[in-house]
């Protein structure tokens, strides 16, 4: 008999990252010892025949085409927020001032002024959060981080990071809400990946230096004629950190041919690592202290000894996937509202990276190195 207190979801858009999101609740329950039993609730969307489609598919016991039931419902615990970027504060504040706890796909607002706001109300609101960065949950960015810290690549002198996509690659392709300056360009959409990943492994960037840049100047829109396009399609900053190591970050969502390149390479006096979201159950590790002649980047594996890998499975070499990363999300951010451990990656966190975000673009218009604000 499931004792467990019941968690009942409500989440509002029902596109890529709706369908994730309910991946990572579906499966989370099968791989980890939660502290609660996960309630599909209620589904919202933008169309009643969306809405209800998503339900069926999905397995949540109630559709509606209006958000603001869910915020409204004594019945549900949790808004997770799979909307467009710009809608994410309405929806978020409402919920909060509701008291639900708030699970925000990335980014998390089109402004840091608008993401410290959203940081402040669920802070004083004693609600938990989570910012959906699921590529931080791969067991082997743990390891990277762990023998990091651990000193096995010695003094880190360099980083490079970066994370391209070809979806935009396409100049015939529509104007949609990522091009529009509310929804952040590509530097906030993808590049905010790279750069979370680049402080998980490394600690605070300090100082950056950004180049941001439009190749695709107009785009098709649905009435027949063409937008111009005031965001970036590449963005791209040296940058500084607070360890001394200095690197570069890119962000690009028109890399033809780039399916989901979110790859690092870390730079130490005693080794160096190498990883690639395009195989990312392998982390290659090169060591100095390895005999000369013998020397090379050798692949480590993804295995039960990289937790949480085993408890997906007990053998070596069969790999993890992008929605079993959710699954690791999601089973984090059910621990910290239950109060077991501090929240993995909350709006607190994803206001971090928005600073970033924002200050790379001051630096690429001012054309000079800028301070991160702490």
């Not at 969307?45 to 559709?63: L, M």
């Not at 669920?122 to 910012?131: F, H, I, L, P, S």
């Not at 027949?224 to 396009?229: C, E, I, M, N």
């Not at 005031?230 to 028109?254: H, L, P, T, Y």
Request: proline letters at 5%; aromatic letters at 8%; one cysteine or more.
């Amino acid at each position: 008999m499931n004792n467990k207190p019941k968690l009942r979801i409500g989440l509002i858009g029902t596109g890529f990252m709706g369908k994730t999101h309910v991946f990572g609740f579906a499966s989370a329950p099968k791989v980890f010892d939660l502290p609660y039993e996960i309630e599909l609730h209620t589904v919202a969307d933008i169309s009643e025949e969306a809405a209800r489609k998503a339900a069926h598919d999905f397995g949540f016991a109630h559709a509606t085409t209006d958000w603001r039931d869910l915020v409204n419902s004594p019945e549900i615990d949790v808004i997770d927020i799979t909307a467009p970027n710009a809608l994410h504060k309405e929806m978020a504040l409402a919920a909060i001032a509701a008291g639900k706890h708030v699970y925000c796909e990335k980014p998390l607002a089109p402004l840091a002024s608008d993401a410290e706001d959203m940081a402040i109300a669920a802070e004083a609101a004693g609600v938990k959060t989570q910012v959906g960065f699921n590529y931080l949950c791969n067991p082997m960015l743990k390891l990277a981080k762990t023998m990091i810290a651990e000193g096995e690549l010695g003094e880190i002198r360099g980083y490079r990071g970066l994370h391209c996509e070809d979806y935009m690659a396409d100049a015939s392709s529509p104007f949609s809400f990522r091009h529009d300056p509310a929804g952040g360009g590509a530097l906030a959409d993808i590049g905010s990946h790279a750069l979370a990943t680049a402080e998980y492994l490394l600690g605070p960037i300090t100082e950056v230096l950004g180049d941001c840049i439009t190749m695709i100047p107009t785009r098709p829109d649905a009435q027949g004629g063409t937008r111009a396009v005031q965001v970036d399609d590449v963005g791209r900053a040296f940058v500084r950190f607070a360890n001394g190591a200095q690197g570069s970050i890119e962000g690009n969502w028109i890399a033809t041919g780039r399916k989901m390149q979110h790859d690092f390479e870390v730079y130490g006096t005693k080794g160096a690592l190498s990883f690639s979201q395009e195989r990312f159950n392998e982390l290659h590790f090169y060591s100095t202290e390895d005999a000369v002649g013998r020397r090379g980047f050798r692949r480590i594996e993804a295995g039960p000894d990289h937790d949480p890998y085993v408890r997906f499975c007990v053998a070596p070499g069969h790999q993890l996937g992008f929605n079993d990363l959710k699954a690791i999300e999601v089973a984090g951010y059910l621990e910290a509202i239950a109060g077991l451990r501090a929240e993995p990656f909350g709006f607190r966190d994803g206001l971090r990276i928005q600073r970033l975000v924002e200050t790379i673009q001051a630096s690429s218009k001012d054309r000079c190195w800028k301070s991160v604000p702490s």
